[in-house]
């Protein structure tokens, strides 16, 4: 069972930068890749971020790709989405989510691989 927390969420302007910051329990979380998704009013969850459980691997939805990255920290148990050049398109509830994996080099863009979600923290960004 894990359990994630987002944080660092607020109001930018357009061509600000913002870390987002996902943070797990318990102890096994360097098993589990990673994925960062969100959701804009009206609209369906999106994929936009994926790291391998080693940090080695990332892919990115092609409308972020260039400005936005995924880290992790193991030892901290936390993972980041690093968003620059934000622009209004951008706002969005950002949710991080979890899957357990053998593999330390596979990543999921899909939604429905992914077993554990944070409860999302809200990016505005205004023009």
């Known amino acids: 069972q894990v359990q994630l927390v987002e944080s660092g969420g607020g109001l930018v302007q357009a061509g600000g930068s913002l870390r987002l910051s996902c943070a797990a329990s318990?102890?096994?979380?360097?098993?589990?890749?990673m994925g960062w998704f969100r959701q804009a009013p009206g609209k369906e969850r999106e994929f936009v971020g994926a790291?391998?459980?080693?940090?080695?691997?990332?892919y990115y939805a092609n409308s972020v790709k260039g400005r936005f990255t995924c880290s992790r920290d193991n030892a901290k148990n936390t993972v980041y989405l690093q968003m620059n050049s934000l622009k209004p398109e951008d706002t969005a509830v950002y949710y991080c989510?979890?899957?357990?994996?053998?593999?330390?080099?596979?990543?999921?863009?899909?939604?429905?691989?992914?077993?554990?979600w944070g409860q999302g923290t809200q990016v505005t960004v205004s023009s």
């Open positions: 989510a979890a899957v357990f994996t053998s593999s330390s080099t596979i990543y999921f863009t899909s939604s429905g691989r992914y077993a554990y």
């Open positions: 318990g102890r096994t979380f360097s098993s589990y890749a």
């Open positions: 790291i391998a459980r080693s940090g080695g691997s990332t």
